[in-house]
């Protein structure tokens, strides 16, 4: 079974996240995604929030392979990757789904050594952020393998609706739990 878990701030998620869930869908047996903290990360709002808006925009999908997983979310992600097989099993073929904007960060992440020697990487392109050939080489040589997800996304991204408040880069449902619950009011007193 080849899985792809793809964690995510959804702070809120948008049509990019979908975009991107679509993709997976179409290429992998099973995708879990799941709302996490970013430890390098503020966020705009709690991880229950933006699990909710996340579980939303899944079933907004209907995608019958797309499995909005909250339980295996953790800080760490070797934490998140020890819940996946437990969750799929321990011979599972594991992809980790990342933003290309954190492709030079992972090996700072917790345990990073150890993490990405039991998995595949794919990289998700966004607008912006260059994928360097050297990260690629040095993904490469730590873990299962990496490649670049051959999608395009939207230019969006949720930093964009919490300082802008342009709600085209959401979903209909993430919509109207954002005005429903009062999230990111806030964030137009700090632009």
Avoid at 30 to 58: E, W
């Amino acid at each position: 079974m080849i899985i792809a878990i793809f964690g995510t701030s959804a702070d809120p998620p948008t049509i990019a996240h979908k975009n991107i869930l679509t993709y997976l869908s179409n290429n992998y047996d099973i995708v879990g995604v799941y709302a996490s903290d970013n430890p390098f990360k503020s966020h705009g709002s709690n991880l229950f929030h933006r699990s909710q808006m996340l579980k939303l925009l899944t079933q907004e999908l209907n995608l019958s392979n797309i499995t909005h997983c909250q339980e295996i979310s953790d800080r760490r992600t070797i934490n998140t990757v020890e819940k996946a097989r437990i969750k799929w099993g321990e011979n599972i073929d594991l992809t980790m789904v990342i933003g290309s904007d954190l492709a030079e960060q992972i090996f700072t992440w917790y345990q990073a050594e150890k993490l990405w020697t039991q998995l595949k990487v794919l990289l998700v392109p966004r607008e912006g952020y260059t994928i360097k050939q050297e990260v690629i080489d040095k993904i490469n040589h730590h873990s299962l393998g990496c490649s670049i997800a051959p999608c395009q996304i939207p230019p969006f991204s949720s930093t964009d609706y919490r300082h802008k408040h342009d709600s085209v880069v959401l979903t209909d449902k993430v919509k109207v739990y954002i005005e429903e619950n009062r999230l990111y009011l806030d964030d137009e007193k700090s632009c």
